[in-house]
């Protein structure tokens, strides 16, 4: 295509598009934002950037023509760009690339198929190269390419051209590479070929590392997989393959299978992978031997993983004498370290000490910024020497958080302590470090104590940090932490939050109602600070944390200490009951006071508190005012009546009475009866009111009488004129209704002029019969150019009453109403009733009247010249009882009076839509055959004629005949329509319509013998072509042929042609089609005419025919005769055209077998070959049958049947000898070899092995699986299994039928790769079974993976521990519980102590104390022993003594309490050894447990048994030590007094500004007590370590009595 698009799928979006010159016949993205496009002419770059257009690179070279483009590759930096495409030539698919330089700007072709660049660091060099690789197969064989393009770089050496062959199998002939990928990763070469096979080529050298075949089907596309360094490909079954390095085992794969140490070194060091250790330190050890130390260097740098990267290396370098004049050897080491990346950490500190030594700390600094040391402890020790804030930096790195912490304290930074210690999860005593801080600057401690609760658990205990705020005194800032602190607020900090309010309101109240006002805190106790809020004066407080309603009462009498923005909010938090007793307790303190913010409460709460509540509440302390000012909140937005009429009340007992004017006015939920009857008798000096309500609410009669009765008339005057004129009618009305005067009234209208409703005005006059009242001011108002209907309705009315000429004024006056005139005339004069409705047009009135009053004449006339549809239809419908009486009047006066076209036309309409044909009949002859204007009017003609074919068909013959100027072929066909089909002939014949006529007679009259007569006489073409058609309609095929003839008419040939042929009259046929082919020579006519030749047997003639000039469709005629079994002319027909596939089929059915062979063989389809196969196997021409079916099994689809149909016919033999012969074609597929497969296992399963193991990648394993399963073929069953990588299956088909399936090497290969493990346990299961002796082999291989906690306890389970023995052995390093508890009893039952003692001592994953108890009883002395020994490893030592004073293990008690460090344990044991008089190893014990024995215990022990003798070496070394101690401290002290007294006394009692955590003990504080052991340890002074024996005489003396017992 041309047109090009992008789109970005997360935006759903169109991003580019852009319309080509020339189709794109390969494109693919090169990097995220461009695309590469290829034309047939060029190749162009697309930028996603901006609005740029298509880049046109380079035009393709000739050497492309005419290939197919596979591929397009750039290098890394988009300087070389490469298009490959392939091409068949010569039986052989040949690859040509374009290899174009966008520097140089040219182009160089090459031969090959597929390429790649990489870039990759080669040798020693120190930049990168740009590497090309390419792969060819050509005539004599196929090679690899890599070679180096462009300028090698700055320092770089070129990169040796390499050329190595590509090897292909003999079985891949046709074989060639597809694709080419190069690893990045591993700097390895991927080449895929069109059969399956991957190479894999070390790029460095060109060695081929590894080839095998992965996929049966080509694979269409690769791409690199970044994170295993290999390759992706999709095959064309859809396949996903991954293809990667076996980083495990790659590099003693080169080593030790394709014997090359060398490529195992380079490609160990360029991937840092293992497998090489030994070629490594072999290299080192005989580079350094032979004194070429740099290249030692090079080599333990280099070496993979750091494996020569140890302490040993560097001592190794440190121990070489350096040459004079030379780097020592250590530094060269060093340097190529630091140029590689990071040393280690021993590394590290070994270049490190000279370093600082030399005084060089700039070059730490740099390698610090650089990462080219590993950090520890030790490194920082070493350098907080020099520089304490570079140590900072190293431990930081390090990770030591202690050292962190000490050196932020030292410097000052104690936030970062906070900080720090956070981000590593590090717990320091902030307590301590809080307190030491506090005391040398509190603004800061202040600040370290809000970092230790930012967080929301807080790094230290609140209260202890509040206690030293307070030791200070330090309310403010404690305040101030304490609200960082509590602010999450959270119910366990009650006790703090009290104590914050607390602290405050005794000393600065101001703050504390800060903090309640900001509502931070919920959880302290309310009553005890509401009660302090009190005292302090802080009364809101108090009322916000007050729950009582006493208290609450007691305070908020006191308003004007409150804000009352607030009291009002508080109220909104009280209950109803409790509101309404506060507003009673405050208005009862203060009235006066209180009112106001009363008002406020009630109106913001009267919803909750009730409005009737609050108004009763005012009206109990007679408080009208604050009953109105309440009222007037809320009135404008409640509905209640009540309120209405409250507010009303208290307006008016409170004098507003504008406001009770404007309620009155504006609301509408009060009751206005009570409204009025309370405004009566309120008696007020402005009525105002009174009447806003009577006119709101339709009281204006009532309010008339009483304004009239209370002589107050002139608010009568007031109320028409400036209040509602429009209610002017109503109080007329009431004044008639009191006697009024008629002159009052008249002047109270004449000033109200035009602002009332006239009609009600006379409606109301009117109904009190005074209507003559109004006539002056009615024909006033018509004086001054009113145009009012209702005034001059008024008007008519009273010149009808008084007949004062009234038909005058109805005809001439324009403005009056004429549906309301007509209505009041209906009675009094009906003609006056029609003249008013007829000049209004009021239809439905004016008929009404006409009929209930029979003036059908005046009707008739009106309807007429009314000329409307509706109207007729409404008065012709036959629920009119008058219908007829009008249609007279019609009739005989409306229609004979008028001359107007029209008038007739709708008339003639309105008859006709109203369905009366009689009546229209009798008008229609009115008119026309009368000798009217209208006789001749061809419409009226037709009219009279339709309505006569539909209401009275006896007269339609004699219309036709009188009448002249009607349209005949109108009227003809609607006759037919109605079956009058006499008249519509007699119409056709009068107007010499031949066609139209004897059409009549065919279709309608169906009489063929007159329409015969008829076209004789008329003897017309087109006559007896209608004829010949009704003819062949009635299947008279002779005769309608005839008639074809005789009318020369060929156009129905086909309907001839159809009619003979299912008649079987070819004969006459033959005539019609001669004729027809001399007036058109149409290839249907000859077509037919050959085909009606062969029906007749002309053959001869059908020969003649067909080899001369014609048009007929040869192959079609074939065909039908063929299937009309004519099979001789079929064989002419299909030899005339070289049909040979149907020709095949043709011979087949003559029995001509080889003839139809030779047929199928130049029609060469497989539907033919198909048809004569079949044929020839139903005729057994095995022979034949097989060339046949060679052609056929090469397509799948039609393998199946083929294979059916030898089947069904039990031709089984012949069937695989066909497949098996067709197996050896080019175009053998997968389906034929498993079919054959199939067929093996049902009819030769000897075969079926064999068969397999040759093709078993061709196969559908599959469908063969379910063919072996079910022949119950299990070893190749198996087989494929295994192939088809089902090793479930595989296992459990062998476990099942293990006589016929089971190998030993095959079982255990597979085991390993099933997916279910449940397998591995029933593969035991069965081993144990079937084969128990080769049960540790299968172990052996399933180690790996089984679940050994799993296998044991199942071998516990059917009791074969002993049988697995080796397997636990094997498995031990795993230090599983169970396995060591099972092989730690397999030792117990084989009495094996010594087994025994060293599992327990390898493995220590056990219950000891379970073992300990179970060998405690047992009878042999050794696992006693052993039970003692594992009770003293669980601490239980006194346990462990006893069961060796037991069996009297003297030793190993001695021992055991030794290591115990229990004094009680050894004195214990010396005592019992005196009680058995043991006292030879009473004397060793006191050697063994010396530093657990009191000296004046021991003393008292010997002098008590009289064994001085054996006592005196441990008292000599108590004096020595004592002795030694107290020299020790005299010394001590005379070194003190003398610093003393030379110091002068300048130092501060406790500590300057160092930190307590960094003082030591000789800084003011007395040293830490040292823990037990070290106090008996390393506290006995110079040369007495922990355990460590008495001086020689002392050990001299015990040495032959230990040695005795």
């Not at 299990?1274 to 494929?1280: D, I, M, N, S, T």
Request: glycine residues 4%; charged residues 25%; hydrophobic residues 40%.
């Amino acid at each position: 295509g041309k047109t090009l698009q992008i789109f970005n799928f997360e935006m759903k979006s169109r991003m580019k598009a852009h319309t080509m010159n020339e189709d794109v016949v390969f494109w693919r993205w090169i990097s995220v934002n461009t695309v590469a496009l290829v034309t047939e002419t060029a190749v162009y770059h697309w930028s996603m950037e901006g609005d740029s257009l298509p880049e046109k690179m380079f035009d393709r070279h000739a050497t492309l023509n005419g290939c197919q483009i596979i591929n397009y590759r750039v290098d890394p930096a988009m300087k070389w760009l490469l298009l490959v495409g392939i091409a068949a030539q010569q039986n052989r698919v040949v690859g040509a690339m374009q290899l174009y330089s966008t520097e140089r700007k040219v182009s160089q072709p090459i031969e090959g198929h597929a390429a790649a660049f990489t870039s990759m660091k080669v040798g020693e060099n120190q930049q990168p190269s740009t590497l090309f690789s390419f792969a060819v197969r050509n005539a004599s064989g196929g090679k690899l390419h890599i070679i180096e393009v462009g300028s090698p770089a700055q320092g770089n050496q070129p990169f040796q051209k390499k050329a190595v062959d590509v090897f292909f199998p003999p079985e891949a002939q046709n074989d060639f590479p597809v694709a080419m990928q190069i690893s990045e990763k591993h700097g390895l070469i991927y080449l895929i070929t069109k059969y399956g096979y991957v190479h894999m080529y070390d790029t460095e050298t060109g060695t081929c590392i590894y080839m095998n075949r992965i996929s049966s089907d080509t694979i269409f596309v690769t791409v690199p997989h970044d994170s295993t360094g290999g390759i992706i490909g999709v095959n064309r079954k859809g396949q996903v393959l991954s293809v990667s390095m076996d980083s495990e085992n790659i590099i003693p794969y080169i080593t030790n299978v394709l014997q090359n140490p060398d490529l195992a070194l380079k490609i160990s060091v360029r991937c840092n992978l293992g497998g090489a250790e030994d070629l490594f330190v072999r290299k080192f050890t005989n580079l350094f031997n032979q004194g070429n130390f740099s290249e030692a260097a090079k080599v333990a740098a280099n070496a993979p993983k750091g494996i020569l990267r140890t302490p040993q290396t560097i001592q190794k370098f440190q121990q070489v004498p350096t040459q004079p004049g030379s780097t020592p050897p250590l530094l060269q080491y060093f340097g190529i370290l630091l140029e590689q990346g990071q040393l280690n950490k021993f590394e590290s500190l070994e270049l490190c000490r000279p370093v600082l030594q030399q005084g060089r700390k700039q070059l730490l600094e740099k390698w610090l910024k650089e990462e080219k040391l590993e950090c520890s402890e030790e490194l920082g020790d070493l350098v907080k020497q020099v520089d304490p804030t570079m140590a900072l930096s190293v431990y930081l790195r390090a990770n030591v958080p202690h050292k962190v912490v000490q050196c932020f304290a030292e410097t000052g930074q104690y936030q970062k302590i906070v900080l720090y210690s956070k981000k590593v999860n590090y717990q320091p005593d902030y307590i301590f470090l809080l307190r030491g801080i506090m005391r040398m600057n509190p603004e800061q401690g202040t600040q370290f104590a809000k970092l230790l609760v930012e967080d929301e658990e807080p790094l230290a205990e609140l209260n202890l940090v509040v206690d030293v705020f307070m030791e200070a005194n330090m309310v403010q800032q404690c305040t101030s932490f304490l609200l960082d602190a509590l602010k999450n607020n959270r119910e366990s900090e009650g006790a703090l939050q009290t104590r914050l309010l607390e602290m405050n309101l005794m000393s600065a109240p101001q703050v504390a109602d800060a903090i309640l006002g900001k509502h931070m805190f919920t959880h302290f106790d309310q009553a005890h600070v509401a009660q302090l809020c009190e005292n302090a004066g802080l009364l809101q407080r108090a009322l916000e944390l007050y729950t009582d309603i006493y208290d609450i009462k007691r305070a908020v009498v006191h308003t004007h200490m409150l804000n009352p923005e607030w009291l009002v909010t508080y109220f909104g938090s009280l209950s109803v009951e409790d509101s309404m007793e506060c507003l009673k307790a405050m208005l009862q303190a203060n009235l006066r006071q209180n009112l106001q913010v009363c008002v406020q409460i009630a109106t913001k709460y009267h919803e909750q508190l009730s409005t009737e509540a609050l108004i009763e509440l005012f009206e109990g302390f007679k408080c009208f005012e604050g009953l109105f000012y309440f009222l007037a909140s809320i009135v404008n937005f409640s509905q209640d009546a009540e309120v209405h009429f409250k507010y009303i009340q208290a307006a008016c007992k409170t004098g507003q009475i504008k406001e009770v004017e404007r309620i009155c006015r504006e609301s509408n939920c009060y009751n206005a009866e009570s409204v009025k009857n309370f405004l009566k008798d309120a008696k007020l000096t402005d009525q105002l009111p009174l009447i806003i309500v009577c006119d709101r609410f339709d009281f204006v009669h009532d309010l008339v009488l009483y304004l009239y009765r209370n002589n107050l008339q002139k608010y009568i005057e007031i109320y028409v004129q400036k209040v509602n004129p429009g209610r002017l009618p109503v109080v007329v009305g009431g004044l008639l209704d009191v006697d009024c005067g008629e002159d009052i009234i008249k002047g109270l209208i004449m000033s109200v002029r035009g602002q009332f409703d006239t009609n009600e005005l006379v409606a109301e006059v009117e109904k009190r019969n005074r209507l003559k009242l109004l006539l002056p001011w009615l024909e006033a108002r018509i004086h001054d150019g009113s145009t009012e209907s209702a005034t001059h309705n008024a008007l008519a009315k009273i010149y009808i009453d008084s007949n004062n000429n009234p038909e005058r004024f109805l005809r001439e006056n324009q403005y009056y109403d004429s549906l309301v005139v007509g209505k009041y005339c209906e009675k009094r004069d009906p003609h006056l009733a029609c003249v008013s409705y007829e000049r209004g047009l009021c239809d439905e009135e004016l008929i009404k009247v006409c009929n209930e009053n029979s003036l059908f004449k005046s009707e008739a006339r009106y309807l007429v010249k009314r000329r409307e549809p509706d109207l007729w239809a409404t008065v012709l419908t036959e629920e009119n009882e008058y219908r007829r009486q009008l249609i007279d009047q019609v009739v005989q006066t409306a229609l004979s009076e008028t001359q107007d076209a029209d008038d007739v036309s709708v008339t003639v309409k309105a008859f006709m839509t109203a369905n009366l044909p009689n009546e229209l009949i009798e008008l229609l002859e009115k008119i026309v055959l009368d000798n009217s204007v209208f006789s001749d009017h061809r419409n009226l003609q037709n009219l009279l004629i339709l309505t006569a074919i539909k209401a009275d068909r006896s007269r339609v013959m004699e219309y036709i005949n009188r009448l002249d100027n009607y349209d005949a072929p109108d009227i003809a066909n609607i006759a037919i329509t109605n079956e009058l089909y006499e008249e519509a002939f007699a119409i056709f014949k009068k107007f010499e319509v031949n066609t139209s006529a004897i059409q009549v007679l065919i279709e309608n009259v169906q009489n063929l013998d007159r329409a015969y007569e008829f076209a004789e006489r008329c003897n017309e073409p087109s006559v007896w072509s209608l004829l010949a058609k009704a003819q062949l309609d009635a299947l008279l095929i002779k005769e309608a042929i005839d008639s074809y003839i005789k009318a020369e008419d060929p156009s129905t040939y086909m309907d001839v042609v159809d009619a003979a042929g299912k008649s079987g009259n070819y004969e006459d046929l033959v005539r019609y089609l001669q004729m027809a082919r001399k007036n058109a020579r149409d290839p249907y006519v000859e077509t037919e005419l050959v085909y009606a030749y062969a029906k007749t047997n002309r053959l001869a003639e059908l020969e003649e025919f067909i080899s001369g000039p014609n048009h007929a469709q040869i192959q079609q005629v074939g065909d039908r005769c063929y299937d009309d079994k004519l099979y001789e002319a079929a064989k002419l027909l299909y030899n005339n055209v070289s049909n040979f596939a149907r020709l095949a089929s043709t011979l087949v059915h003559l029995g001509e077998y080889q003839a139809a062979v030779d047929g199928a063989r130049k029609a060469n389809s497989t539907r033919t070959w198909k048809e004569v196969c079949f044929a020839c196997i139903d005729g057994q021409e095995f022979r034949l049958a097989q060339m046949c079916g060679l052609h056929i099994v090469v397509h799948a689809d039609e393998l199946e049947e083929l294979i059916n149909y030898y089947q069904d016919r039990g031709y089984f033999e012949e069937l695989m000898t066909l497949l098996e012969a067709a197996l050896g074609l080019e175009r053998a597929h997968m389906g034929m070899f498993t079919e054959l497969a199939i067929l093996y296992s049902k009819y030769k399963p000897s075969k079926m092995r064999e068969h397999l193991e040759l093709f078993w990648s061709r196969v559908n394993i599959p469908k063969v699986l379910r063919a072996a399963e079910q022949a119950h073929l299990w070893p190749e069953l198996v087989f494929l299994y295994d192939k088809y990588e089902e090793f479930d299956n595989a296992i459990l088909t062998m476990m099942a039928h293990p006589v016929e399936s089971w190998r030993e090497s095959m079982f255990k290969d597979i085991i390993t790769k099933v997916a279910n493990i449940e397998l591995y346990y029933k593969s035991l299961q069965f081993y144990l079974d079937f084969k128990p002796m080769l049960l540790n082999d299968l172990l052996v291989v399933l180690t790996p993976r089984l679940d050994h906690t799993r296998a044991v306890n199942y071998f516990m389970k059917v009791k074969h521990l002993h049988l697995v023995k080796p397997y636990l052995r094997s498995v031990q390093n795993n230090n599983n519980k169970t396995v060591n508890e099972a092989l730690n009893n397999v030792l117990i039952e084989e009495e094996d102590y010594n087994g025994l003692r060293t599992s327990i001592d390898a493995y220590d994953n056990l219950d000891n104390v379970a073992l300990a108890q179970k060998l405690e009883k047992h009878e042999l002395l050794e696992f006693r022993r052993i039970a003692a020994y594992l009770y003293k490893g669980n601490n239980r030592w006194t346990q462990s003594v006893e069961l060796c004073k037991k069996d009297k293990l003297f030793k190993d008690a001695m021992q055991y309490t030794s290591e115990s460090r229990k004094q009680e344990l050894a004195e214990s044991l010396i005592a019992w050894f005196l009680e058995n008089d043991y006292f030879e190893c009473f004397g060793s014990c006191l050697f063994v447990c010396y530093d657990l024995l009191r000296p004046d215990v021991i003393l008292e022990l010997s002098w008590r048994h009289n064994i001085l003798d054996y006592t005196m070496p441990f008292l000599i070394q108590v004096m020595r030590e004592y002795i030694t101690k107290v020299d020790k401290l005299a010394i001590s002290e005379e070194e003190r007094k003398v610093v003393e007294e030379a110091a002068p006394d300048t130092q501060p009692i406790v500590f300057d500004k160092q930190l307590m955590i960094t003082s030591g003990p000789g800084m003011g504080m007395a040293p830490a007590p040292q823990p037990p052991q070290q106090m008996m340890g390393g506290g006995m002074g110079t040369g007495m370590m922990m355990n460590m024996p008495p001086q020689p005489p002392f050990g001299a003396g015990y040495g032959g009595g230990f040695n005795s017992m």
